[in-house]
């Protein structure tokens, strides 16, 4: 177990959750339409499907939807590491009116070695070492209240625009195990530096 433990802050939906899946797939479905993650380019999803859909894709966030998603792959085996390893590891995520159980119950299901989840939307109001979210909103304002917080993300087509915020933009949505494992590897070195500096900082003497 690490002597430097970190907190570590980690959003659900696209970090830990594949929300896209689910929501678009079902969008799809409805409209007949063929949208992938690569096809949106900004946060505001509805700016992106048929306009008979617009906004209504927002009514897709239901129960049912929530706690039927999939984790991300590479997320259960990363964050398991990081429990183990013995860092604070918290789900923060906000939760759409009527929600909160569904998410509650999808975090125990798929991760029930994760002991605390968290749902607000000022997010910033929480202070961690590591705060690891996908959307451009919360990096910006997370950035802003704490600027010396390690701020990792997934590589979306709709954060690119936040590049310069963030410590790490790792992967992609095609390729979601290889940023759970660039976190896992940045995370274990920030422990081993923050560990090597305590270790060699100077004794206090009395004369």
Same mark, same amino acid.
């Given at each position: ?18 929300? /896209? ?18 096809? $949106? ?8 499907? =048929? ?20 984790? $991300? ?6 964050? =398991? ?16 009116? *009527? ?8 975090? =125990? ?17 929480? /202070? *961690?070492?590591?705060? #690891? ?6 990096? #910006?304002?997370?950035? =802003? ?63």
């Amino acid at each position: 177990m690490n002597n430097e433990k970190l907190t570590i802050l980690v959003d659900m939906d696209s970090i830990a959750a594949d929300l /896209q899946e689910k929501w678009y797939g079902a969008y799809n479905k409805r409209y007949n339409d063929t949208i992938t993650v690569d096809d $949106i380019l900004s946060w505001d999803t509805h700016k992106y499907v =048929k306009p008979e859909c617009g906004k209504k894709i927002y009514k897709y966030f239901t129960p049912s939807m929530f706690r039927s998603l999939n984790p $991300i792959k590479g997320a259960v085996k990363a964050l =398991k590491r990081l429990v183990v390893a013995g860092h604070e590891v918290v789900f923060l995520t906000a939760a759409p009116r *009527g929600c909160r159980d569904a998410k509650h119950a999808w975090a =125990k299901e798929h991760f029930p070695f994760i002991g605390e989840v968290a749902m607000m939307h000022k997010k910033y109001l929480v /202070q *961690g070492d590591v705060f #690891i979210d996908d959307s451009p909103s919360n990096i #910006i304002a997370y950035r =802003k209240h704490h600027p010396n917080a390690n701020i990792f993300t997934i590589a979306y087509p709709y954060n690119e625009e936040v590049e310069h915020l963030t410590d790490l933009r790792l992967g992609s949505w095609r390729d979601t195990e290889a940023a759970w494992e660039g976190f896992v590897e940045a995370i274990e070195e920030i422990t081993f530096n923050r560990e090597t500096t305590c270790s060699i900082e100077p004794a206090h003497t009395t004369g």
